[in-house]
């Protein structure tokens, strides 16, 4: 069963630093691109960052410069540091499966759950 997991989530201030990681299972980890979305309410869904099966990665110009994406394939698990963070990264963050293993904008499938990020005072 193919399975993602995120987990990191909370609530942090203002120019704070949090990190996301999603363990998947239930398929060939190394072979796969994954990336991290969010979306926020009233806010379309946004690809975040990709990572290759080459670790080769993008970002989204919004989080470009504060956002590091990585994966460890020991683990099965993909993250998402995240620094200098914004009230306007607060959001819902999914991690995803790709279909290949190069990074293909919004073609990703098996979602995880989600986990909360709130970037407040």
């Known amino acids: 069963q193919l399975q993602l997991v995120e987990s990191g989530g909370g609530l942090v201030q203002p120019g704070g630093s949090l990190r996301l990681s999603c363990a998947a299972s239930?398929?060939?980890?190394?072979?796969?691109?994954l990336a991290w979305f969010r979306q926020a309410p009233g806010k379309e869904r946004e690809e975040v960052s990709c990572?290759?099966?080459?670790?080769?990665?993008n970002y989204a110009d919004s989080v470009k410069g504060r956002f590091t994406i990585s994966r460890d394939n020991a683990k099965n698990t993909v993250y998402l540091q995240m620094t200098s963070l914004k009230p306007e990264d607060t959001a819902v963050y999914y991690c995803a499966k790709g279909y290949v293993s190069f990074c293909q904008p919004n073609k990703y499938h098996q979602w995880g759950q989600g986990t909360q990020v709130t970037v407040s005072t």
């Open positions: 990572i290759s099966a080459t670790s080769s990665t």
């Open positions: 239930g398929f060939t980890f190394d072979y796969y691109a």
